[in-house]
């Protein structure tokens, strides 16, 4: 169960200063009665305007509207679709009962674990990107918004052509005077799959709202619902380093986490840091909440998974890693694949690999004791 109770499905009260459409860091005062009861909608049009789907008669902007919105109609049709049929065969009874699932290192993607769990009441995310804000549109004149659709676009490349984003490159892109944080990128991917953005609430790491006044926004929780109606969902992400060193710091995060049992926890792309004897206390939290971890070969080691008493499902090909990271290479997968039989290849891009017949699944499921 998540560590507070989700709302109702109804439009929820806000925490932010909705007038200007902002979650600034260490933003603590609530709007009056008649701005929260009018801030879902309005939060929502910057969700859809920001995903392309409200075209600006500004010609210029019309048209970087047109290609985002063409960008999304390929990827829906070549990878999510694919995405979906996959899930249903190989993990059906975990997405249709999905509790909570947890998806660490996944900065603001929340567009694989929607592709692949829709169903879930709460996903957990967090990365190093800090939470940041929802840009003021009623504020902005012709030249900002075409400032802020640039940004956009150059934000979510390597999202829509390869499905993850850099890390050395969020740094950037979402961060810059016209761009913040990853409030932006999960607003957009929520509007363009069919979902209306409810609310937006700060808080702290451990989850809990506001944050004290002066410090910095650590933690967000998203509400939102399928567009015509449906359940109330939960996004919560949450800022900080995630290593030994990291959660020593910031304690809060494992209490948020510590009511929380996840149906599935989801990793890839992952830059191997589980791999990592730094990153410790992150991988003893995944095996203890993780009844079913669905990963690439950059979340937790494969030898580490078995003496963990999980029994591993191989989808795909391991070939190796990008060269990048190939200190990372793990000769018992390699070894594991080369013993199976026949190899069921992953029909969708999914991580690192630049070629389809290189891209590499593993389903882990815990052995009853």
């Given at each position: 169960?998540?560590?507070?109770?989700?709302?109702?499905?109804?439009?929820?009260?806000t925490?932010?200063?909705?007038?200007?459409?902002?979650?600034?860091?260490?933003?603590?005062?609530?709007?009056?009665?008649?701005?929260?009861?009018?801030?879902?909608?309005?939060?929502?049009?910057?969700?859809?305007?920001?995903a392309?789907?409200?075209l600006?008669?500004s010609?210029?902007?019309?048209?970087?509207?047109?290609?985002?919105?063409?960008?999304?109609?390929?990827?829906?049709?070549t990878?999510?679709?694919?995405?979906?049929?996959f899930?249903?065969?190989?993990?059906?009874?975990?997405?249709?009962?999905?509790?909570?699932?947890?998806?660490?290192?996944?900065g603001?993607d929340?567009?694989?674990?929607l592709?692949?769990?829709?169903a879930?009441?709460?996903?957990?995310?967090?990365?190093?990107?800090?939470?940041?804000?929802?840009?003021?549109l009623?504020?902005?004149?012709?030249q900002?918004?075409?400032?802020?659709?640039?940004?956009?676009?150059?934000?979510?490349?390597?999202?829509?052509?390869?499905?993850?984003f850099?890390?050395?490159?969020?740094?950037?892109?979402l961060?810059?005077?016209?761009?913040?944080?990853?409030?932006?990128?999960?607003?957009?991917?929520?509007?363009?799959?069919?979902?209306?953005?409810?609310?937006?609430?700060p808080?702290?790491?451990?989850?809990s709202?506001?944050?004290?006044?002066?410090t910095?926004?650590?933690?967000?929780?998203?509400?939102?619902?399928?567009?015509?109606?449906?359940?109330?969902?939960?996004?919560?992400?949450?800022?900080?380093?995630?290593?030994?060193?990291g959660?020593?710091?910031?304690?809060?995060?494992?209490?948020?986490?510590?009511?929380?049992?996840?149906?599935?926890?989801?990793?890839?792309?992952?830059?191997?840091l589980?791999?990592?004897?730094?990153?410790?206390?992150?991988?003893?939290?995944i095996?203890?909440?993780?009844?079913?971890?669905?990963?690439?070969?950059?979340?937790?080691?494969?030898?580490?998974?078995?003496?963990?008493?999980?029994?591993?499902?191989?989808?795909?090909?391991?070939?190796?890693?990008?060269?990048?990271?190939?200190?990372?290479?793990?000769?018992?997968?390699?070894?594991?694949?080369?013993?199976?039989a026949?190899?069921t290849?992953?029909?969708?891009?999914?991580?690192?690999?630049?070629?389809?017949?290189?891209?590499?699944?593993?389903?882990?499921?815990?052995?009853?004791?």
């Open positions: 169960m998540p560590p507070s109770p989700l709302p109702p499905r109804r439009r929820l009260p925490l932010i200063a909705c007038a200007a459409l902002l979650l600034a860091d260490g933003a603590t005062a609530q709007a009056p009665a008649q701005t929260r009861a009018q801030a879902p909608t309005r939060i929502n049009e910057v969700a859809t305007w920001l392309g789907m409200q600006d008669p010609p210029d902007l019309a048209r970087a509207q047109r290609d985002t919105d063409e960008a999304w109609v390929k990827m829906r049709k990878r999510l679709a694919a995405m979906d049929a899930a249903r065969q190989h993990f059906a009874a975990e997405r249709e009962h999905c509790g909570t699932l947890f998806y660490p290192f996944s603001p929340i567009l694989n674990a592709s692949l769990f829709p879930c009441r709460q996903y957990v995310l967090f990365g190093l990107e800090p939470v940041g804000e929802l840009p003021p009623d504020q902005l004149d012709a900002q918004k075409a400032a802020v659709l640039a940004d956009m676009h150059k934000a979510q490349q390597y999202i829509l052509r390869r499905n993850f850099v890390t050395q490159y969020m740094s950037n892109d961060n810059t005077p016209n761009l913040k944080g990853v409030l932006p990128i999960i607003a957009t991917t929520l509007a363009r799959m069919g979902y209306d953005v409810i609310d937006i609430v808080g702290k790491l451990d989850g709202a506001p944050p004290a006044p002066g910095r926004t650590r933690s967000v929780r998203v509400h939102f619902a399928v567009h015509g109606g449906g359940p109330v969902q939960e996004i919560f992400y949450a800022s900080f380093d995630a290593s030994d060193a959660l020593e710091r910031n304690g809060g995060f494992l209490q948020f986490m510590e009511p929380v049992q996840p149906a599935v926890t989801l990793m890839k792309a992952a830059s191997y589980l791999h990592d004897k730094t990153f410790g206390r992150m991988r003893a939290l095996a203890q909440k993780s009844p079913l971890i669905i990963q690439d070969d950059s979340g937790m080691p494969y030898g580490q998974l078995l003496a963990g008493g999980f029994s591993v499902e191989l989808y795909g090909s391991y070939v190796g890693t990008i060269p990048a990271f190939r200190y990372r290479f793990q000769k018992d997968l390699a070894a594991a694949y080369n013993a199976q026949t190899h290849a992953l029909p969708f891009a999914w991580s690192y690999a630049w070629k389809p017949s290189e891209e590499s699944m593993q389903v882990a499921r815990k052995k009853a004791s």
